[in-house]
């Protein structure tokens, strides 16, 4: 199984950028690279996901390493609303995802 | 737009029993697959349906089976829950199996087994 690490807590002020890292050891050349965020007692939120080059949406950019073996998930300004556990995940391509055990991110006014 | 809606909420059970759990996914979507997640970790993979056939399976014991009906919804089903079984039980569905679709999840079923 692919094996996905990430730091277990960040910290950021409101309104500046957010780089949260996740490293993906084992990943295969095919398996795509997502990124969701969960509330308590919500199912996860889509972020993100890309395969090789960076991507960007208008909730945040993934930039993902020449090798594939790590990513990024950047938040541009962070909110108060972006405070939550954010979970990497890669797979795909056996018709499964592997998530890391998440970042708790913790946004100061 | 309806997202991926899951029932029950909330349930209760004792050990032994059997658990029954319901996924409507996206209108369109034709893929369906389960997750654990129980307190403090990642969701893990437990199984997932594309056109009603079984494309993967995590690794859950037997006493865990899914299906996935003509309309695309699924069941998932636990025989013989055990204490450990309890956890948020989430349904993600896409368009189709493949990694690069975007995989929505459901807000999930909340299951305590006493």
């Known amino acids: 199984d692919a094996k996905t690490t990430q730091p277990n807590s960040m910290e950021s002020n409101e309104e500046e950028p957010v780089h949260l890292p996740c490293n993906h050891s084992t990943i295969s050349g095919t398996d795509y690279i997502h990124w969701y965020r969960q509330l308590p007692s919500q199912g996860p939120e889509y972020v993100i996901h890309g395969l090789t080059s960076n991507v960007n949406n208008r909730m945040a950019s993934l930039a993902i390493a020449e090798d594939r073996k790590s990513s990024t998930l950047i938040l541009h300004r962070a909110t108060l609303r972006d405070a939550a556990v954010y979970y990497c995940g890669s797979g795909g391509s056996n018709y499964k995802l592997t998530f890391g055990k998440g970042t708790l991110l913790t946004v100061n006014p | 737009d309806a997202g991926v809606t899951q029932s029950p909420t909330h349930l209760i059970k004792t050990r032994g029993q059997h658990v029954t759990l319901r996924c409507s996914p996206i209108s369109g979507h034709k893929s369906v697959s389960w997750y654990q997640q129980v307190l403090g970790q990642g969701p893990q993979f437990i199984f997932q349906y594309y056109e009603k056939e079984e494309r993967g399976r995590g690794n859950f014991p037997d006493r865990f089976s899914a299906r996935q009906f003509p309309n695309y919804s699924s069941e998932l089903n636990v025989n013989a829950l055990l204490l450990g079984d309890s956890a948020l039980y989430l349904c993600?569905?896409?368009?189709?199996?493949?990694?690069?679709?975007?995989?929505?999840f459901g807000e999930g079923s909340w299951l305590t087994v006493v």
């Open positions: 993600a569905s896409s368009l189709g199996p493949a990694s690069g679709n975007t995989i929505y």
